[in-house]
């Protein structure tokens, strides 16, 4: 299994997003959405996401991949150093919108289970 064939329809869900009637991504970080695949923040980067699947087993009886994506942001702190845990909620909130039961398009696969697991920082 080609790696690209999920960060890339998982990377694009994020960029393009456009909530209707709500708040979406764009919107919560004011303007321009970074995003990488891998699992480095690129240098220079203050706020962006990062894409990566650190595992994906393959049954080789079932021919079924398990697999974990993991969805990283950064997200600057308050010039005092803490956790801007306000802005760090929305967005996880609105990730876990975006992805929860709600997988990309991955052509040539067939997903069977697809879910937030382990959402990590603030929630809203």
């Known amino acids: 299994m080609n ?14 997003d ?3 009637g709500g708040t979406d ?6 303007g321009e959405i970074r995003a990488a695949k891998g699992s480095r923040k690129p ?18 009886d079932t021919k079924i991949h398990t697999g974990t994506l993991n969805i990283n942001y950064y997200c600057p702190n308050y010039p005092d150093g803490n956790t801007n845990v306000e802005k760090h909620g929305q967005v996880v909130g ?3 919108e975006l992805f929860d039961d709600k997988w990309p398009d991955i052509p040539g696969y067939k997903i069977g289970d697809w879910s937030v697991r382990e959402p990590l920082g603030p929630i809203p």
Request: glycine share 6%; aromatic share 6%; net charge negative.
């Open 3 to 16: 790696y690209d064939d999920i960060l890339t329809p998982a990377l694009l869900t994020i960029v393009n």
């Open 18 to 20: 456009q909530n209707t």
């Open 25 to 30: 991504i764009g919107t919560i970080l004011g």
């Open 43 to 60: 240098s220079g980067w203050d706020e962006c996401f990062t894409l990566h699947i650190p595992s994906n087993s393959r049954d080789p």
């Open 94 to 96: 609105r990730l876990i």
